[in-house]
C-alpha cells in the first residue's frame, strides 16, 4: 500500500466513471427541483473512486479482519448468506409507498420476524421502527409515560438507573422527559436491593435495568427485582443489548419485565460499527402493545390481503420514517432461520463459553474487581499496570500491534481503568488463545518495558488520535471547500 502521502482530494474537471452512451429515445425533461446546477460533485474515475475507498477502509480495523471483542457492542461476524439473502430484488428492489398486495413477502417476513423476537424474548408484541439500541429505549420510555398517562397517573416523574447501565439509558429517560435517579450496586456487582428498596415509590415510573449487566454479569436478584418496582406500580425495562448471553436459555418477558428493547446489530448478528445502520426492535407486553410505534404488520385471518399495516389504537405516533430499516430485517431474519432454536441456544453457550475462558486465561495478569462467573464478557481493571504508568488506554493501543480491535475502555464507569472484553461466539479456539497471548505479553511488557507500552501503537498507519478533538469537532461530510490532504502518517 502506497502511504505517504495520502491523497484525499482527488477531482480532476472533466474526469468521469462512466460513459453513457448517446440518447437512442426521445429526451424527457429533468424536473427542475432536481437540477442542482450548485452541486460540486467530485469529478473521478472508477479507478479512482475503487482504490480511494478500499485504500481508506485498510486504515480500519473490521470484524471481517480480526477479532473485534469491543465489550458490550457484540461485534460478532456477520454471515455472508445474510447480504445474498437481504440482495434478493425482492428485498431489495422494492419501495415502502407500494401498496401491500405487491409486497406481501415484505411483510410475511417483518411479521414473522415480530413474531420470532417476542417468542425469544418472552413478550407479546413487537414493533421494528427503532433504528439503534438507544432508539429502541426512547421508544419503550416513550411507551411508558403514554401508559402512565392513559391510567391518569401523573406522580410517575423518575426513571431508576444502575450506576452499571450504559450511558445511553440516562439520555433515554431525561429526554422523554422524566427525573434519573441512580442507584448504587452492590460489592457483587448487582444492583444494590436495600438501596433500589429506599429509592423506589410512587414517584417511579421504570426501572432501567440491563440483565445481564455491563460487568457481564447475571443480577442473582432479578425476581426480587421486578417485584419491587410492580410492587410500587412501577415498569421494568430491560436494556436488551447484552441478549446474547441468554438466547434460548432466559426470556426476560417470563423474568417480569414490561419493555425490551434488541439490539439486531449485535445480538442478532446484522452490520455495526460503520457497516450500519442499526436496527433496534422494542418488545412490550400485552396491556403495552396498544401503544406501540406504528404502523406494525398484521396478519389478516383468511382475508384479503394476507398481510397488511395496522395501527395500535393509542399508538405513540412514527419514530421512524416508513417502517425502519428493513434491509436489517432481512438480515435478522435471515439469521435467526439459519440457526433455529437449537442454534439461537448454542450462540449464547459458546459466547459465554468463550468469555470464561478468556476470563480464566487473563485473571493472573490484571486485576478482576467482581469475581464471578461471567455471562458473555468480562471487566478486568488495569490497576496493577498503572502503578507502572501505563493505562487501559495505552493497553488498547498496545493491541493494535497485534492486529485485534481493543476491547471497550473506561466503561462501565465504576471500574477504575476497565477494560470490557466480549469475545463472541464467533471465535475459534485459536482466535482466543492468540488475543490472550497478546494480552499477556503486554502485561509482560508493562513490567519490563513500560515505556514500549505507553507509546504504542508502533505498526499502524497512525498513531495515536486526538480523540477529544474527534469527539468535539466529528466531522464527517466531504465538502469539497475544506477539502485538505490527510496528515501524512507519523515517523
Ligand atoms: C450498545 C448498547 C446500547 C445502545 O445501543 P445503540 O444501538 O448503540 O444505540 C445500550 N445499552 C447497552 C448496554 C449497549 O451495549
Not at 200 to 215: F, R, V
Not at 339 to 361: F, I, K, M, P, T
Not at 443 to 461: L, S, Y
Request: aromatic share 8%; proline share 8%.
Amino acid at each position: 500500500m502506497r502511504v505517504e502521502p495520502l491523497i484525499f482530494e482527488l477531482s480532476k474537471p472533466g474526469r468521469h466513471g462512466v460513459s453513457v452512451p448517446d440518447l437512442d429515445v426521445p429526451e424527457a425533461p429533468v424536473p427542475d427541483e432536481l437540477i442542482r446546477e450548485e452541486l460540486p460533485l467530485p469529478e473521478v474515475s472508477e479507478i479512482d473512486v475503487i482504490r480511494h475507498f478500499t485504500r481508506l477502509s485498510q486504515l480500519n480495523h473490521a470484524v471481517d479482519i480480526d477479532m473485534y471483542p469491543l465489550g458490550s457492542c457484540t461485534m460478532k461476524y456477520n454471515p455472508k448468506i445474510n447480504e445474498v439473502v437481504a440482495r434478493l430484488p425482492g428485498f431489495a428492489q422494492i419501495h415502502p409507498l407500494q401498496d401491500p398486495r405487491t409486497v406481501q413477502g415484505a411483510l410475511e417476513l417483518m411479521y414473522r420476524l415480530q413474531c420470532y423476537l417476542a417468542e425469544i424474548a418472552g413478550f407479546d408484541a413487537v414493533t421494528l421502527q427503532p433504528a439503534a439500541g438507544a432508539h429502541g429505549e426512547l421508544t419503550g420510555i416513550l411507551i411508558a409515560r403514554a401508559y402512565f398517562d392513559s391510567i391518569g397517573d401523573h406522580r410517575r416523574t423518575t426513571v431508576l438507573i444502575p450506576d452499571s447501565a450504559h450511558g445511553t439509558n440516562p439520555a433515554t429517560a431525561a429526554m422523554a422527559g422524566f427525573k434519573v435517579v441512580e442507584v448504587k450496586s452492590d460489592k457483587r456487582g448487582n444492583v444494590d436491593i436495600d438501596e433500589l428498596r429506599r429509592l423506589a415509590g410512587p414517584d417511579t415510573a421504570a426501572l432501567m435495568i440491563t440483565n445481564p449487566n455491563t460487568l457481564g454479569l447475571w443480577d442473582e436478584h432479578i425476581d426480587e427485582i421486578v417485584e419491587i418496582i410492580h410492587g410500587v406500580g412501577g415498569l421494568v425495562y430491560n436494556d436488551g443489548a447484552n441478549f446474547n448471553a441468554i438466547l434460548g436459555i432466559a426470556r426476560p418477558g417470563d423474568l417480569g419485565v414490561d419493555i425490551m428493547h434488541f439490539n439486531l446489530h449485535k445480538t442478532f448478528s446484522t452490520p455495526h460499527g460503520g457497516g450500519g445502520p442499526g436496527s433496534g426492535p422494542v418488545g412490550v407486553k400485552a396491556h403495552l402493545a396498544r401503544f406501540l410505534p406504528g404502523p406494525v404488520v398484521a396478519r389478516n385471518e383468511g382475508g384479503d390481503p394476507e398481510y397488511t399495516w395496522a395501527w395500535p389504537e393509542a399508538s405513540i405516533g412514527k419514530i421512524h420514517s416508513f417502517h425502519g430499516n428493513f434491509g436489517m430485517h432481512v438480515r435478522a431474519y435471515t439469521y435467526i432461520r439459519m440457526h433455529g432454536s437449537e442454534g439461537l441456544r448454542q450462540v449464547s453457550e459458546d459466547a459465554v463459553l468463550a468469555a470464561n475462558y478468556l476470563l480464566a486465561r487473563l485473571r493472573q495478569a490484571y486485576d478482576l474487581p467482581y469475581d464471578r462467573t461471567c455471562m458473555h464478557e468480562f471487566v478486568l481493571s488495569a490497576t496493577r499496570q498503572k502503578q507502572r504508568g501505563v493505562r487501559a488506554m495505552d493497553i488498547a493501543k498496545r493491541l493494535l500491534d497485534f492486529g485485534f480491535h481493543p476491547p471497550t475502555v473506561y466503561f462501565p464507569l465504576i471500574v477504575p481503568e476497565a477494560l470490557m472484553i466480549e469475545p463472541t461466539e464467533t471465535e475459534s479456539i485459536e482466535t482466543l488463545d492468540a488475543f490472550a497471548t497478546a494480552m499477556l505479553q503486554i502485561a509482560d511488557e508493562v513490567e519490563r518495558e513500560p515505556e514500549h507500552v505507553q507509546h504504542a501503537p508502533h505498526r499502524t498507519f497512525y498513531k495515536r488520535l486526538d480523540e477529544v478533538r474527534a469527539n468535539r469537532e466529528l466531522n464527517l461530510r466531504w465538502d469539497p471547500q475544506q477539502s485538505a490532504p490527510l496528515p501524512a502518517a507519523a515517523d
